[in-house]
């Protein structure tokens, strides 16, 4: 049942959440709260969140209308699509290449002078040699490795930009790890909707419960007062401000800011973050087996200059994918932290924690800027209502 009765006799909206197992043998985010001195007045809960056996009716049927609704509706997903390069005519792109033949064989022998534009119009012409015997013919005859070469140049090219890019992710998700663990603000904020949403929940299976799934941090703004003015999310936020900006405490307002990290966090493309590392170091065993096949006696610097970069990028993978390793075992722990018990089927995503943090902190960030807004409006009303007439 979506009501119950309560003190006075109102019958509440319910919050749906889904209670946390407590039976676990680690520390969690739960066992940092107490009863604390945050109190919630029944009666202005029932007055927001209260409703009569009518209005139930209604409300009901209108819950039942919009999920049917909803259920016929197409999941929203967030897409990261790149555009298809176009293929480009052979032709077109050996006049772009705007580079002498002897120019292209003098840079792959020592290893460098061709600009990433060029490595890449190069490495796409390796699928279509038969196209371009007139332009390559004399480069493969000085260089039969000439498109191994291109690809190893082009990953030299690449790799500083790859490299960094997923040590920056790493360090998002460390910091990440720390805000989430350290921010009492954060903290107090789950205490206040835990309260409330066990009042809420009174009487129901719901109720009573020591700890609930995050993913119910999404739900808060969705339930609203009898009168649609206000939500459950907006009644937390501003009950909690008003009890400790008294007390001399940090307000709410701009809590996101505190969690930069967890916003990065969020932003990583999971696919390219778990697959770099894998594809960086099968790209530097490639290019071995391409160094150890050149005679040591070759003209040009492409010998030294591979193998100079090969053993600083195998040194450095190596670091970071202990990085890595450690860094995941971090997230790993901070979801235990906050979801242990938790139905499995809801935490497939190993950043899924993150995802669920900055979803509900933006919505803080909406509700605090609509409580500022209100407050500006009723001292502007108060103000002028004050004032002497002219």
Same mark, same amino acid.
């Given at each position: 049942s979506s009501s119950r009765t309560v003190v006075g006799h109102v019958k509440l909206k319910s919050l749906h959440w889904d209670k946390v197992a407590t039976n676990v043998d680690h520390s969690m985010v739960w066992n940092e709260i107490n009863? @604390?001195?945050?109190?919630?007045?029944?009666?202005?809960?029932?007055?927001?969140?209260?409703?009569s056996t009518i209005n139930r009716r209604l409300y009901e049927?209108?819950?039942?209308?919009?999920?049917?609704?909803?259920? /016929?509706? #197409?999941?929203?997903?967030?897409?990261?699509?790149?555009?298809?390069?176009?293929?480009? +005519?052979?032709?077109?792109?050996?006049?772009?290449?705007a580079i002498s033949q002897k120019e =292209?064989?003098? #840079?792959?022998?020592?290893?460098?002078g061709l600009s990433i534009d060029i490595l890449e119009k190069l490495a796409k012409l390796s699928s279509s040699q038969d196209d371009a015997n007139t332009f390559l013919f004399h480069i493969l005859k000085v260089i039969p490795? #000439?498109?191994?070469?291109? +690809?190893?140049?082009?990953?030299?090219? !690449?790799?500083?930009?790859?490299?960094?890019?997923?040590?920056?992710?790493?360090?998002?998700?460390?910091?990440?790890? +720390?805000?989430?663990?350290?921010?009492?603000?954060?903290?107090?904020?789950?205490? #206040?909707?835990?309260?409330?949403g066990n009042k809420m929940n009174a009487g129901t299976s719901r109720g009573n419960a020591q700890r609930f799934n995050l993913s119910a941090l999404r739900k808060l703004s969705d339930v609203k007062s009898t009168n649609g003015k206000t939500t459950l999310l907006y009644f937390v936020v501003e009950q909690r401000d008003n009890k400790y900006l008294k007390q001399r405490l940090?307000?709410?307002?701009?809590?996101? +800011?505190?969690? /930069? /990290?967890?916003?990065?966090?969020?932003?990583?493309?999971?696919?390219?973050?778990?697959?770099?590392?894998?594809?960086?170091?099968?790209?530097?065993?490639? =290019?071995?087996?391409?160094?150890?096949?050149?005679?040591?006696?070759?003209?040009g610097g492409f010998l030294k200059e591979m193998k100079g970069l090969l053993e600083e990028c195998k040194e450095e993978l190596?670091?970071?994918? !202990?990085?890595? /390793?450690?860094?995941?075992?971090?997230?790993?722990?901070?979801?235990?932290?906050?979801?242990? @018990? @938790?139905?499995?089927?809801?935490? @497939?995503?190993?950043?899924?924690?993150?995802?669920i943090v900055k979803e509900f902190l933006d919505m803080v960030d909406t509700v605090c800027a609509d409580i500022s807004r209100n407050l500006q409006k009723k001292n502007g009303t108060t103000s002028v209502a004050s004032s002497p007439p002219l």
């Open positions: 009863d @604390g001195s945050l109190r919630f007045d029944d009666e202005q809960i029932e007055n927001l969140f209260g409703y049927r209108s819950k039942t209308s919009m999920s049917s609704g909803s259920s /016929n509706a #197409a999941p929203t997903a967030e897409l990261f699509i790149l555009e298809p390069r176009k293929c480009q +005519n052979t032709a077109i792109v050996l006049r772009s290449l =292209i064989i003098e #840079a792959l022998l020592d290893g460098q490795s #000439a498109f191994t070469r291109v +690809n190893a140049m082009l990953f030299r090219s !690449n790799y500083k930009s790859e490299i960094l890019q997923l040590k920056e992710s790493l360090q998002a998700l460390e910091m990440g790890y +720390n805000e989430l663990r350290t921010r009492v603000i954060f903290l107090k904020l789950l205490e #206040a909707i835990l309260k409330a940090p307000a709410v307002e701009g809590l996101s +800011n505190e969690f /930069n /990290n967890v916003n990065k966090a969020v932003r990583i493309e999971l696919d390219t973050f778990i697959n770099t590392y894998s594809a960086l170091a099968s790209r530097v065993v490639e =290019i071995w087996e391409l160094v150890t096949h050149c005679a040591s006696s070759e003209k190596k670091l970071v994918r !202990n990085d890595q /390793n450690r860094t995941m075992e971090l997230v790993k722990r901070t979801t235990k932290y906050y979801q242990a @018990g @938790g139905s499995k089927e809801k935490w @497939g995503h190993p950043l899924q924690l993150f995802v």
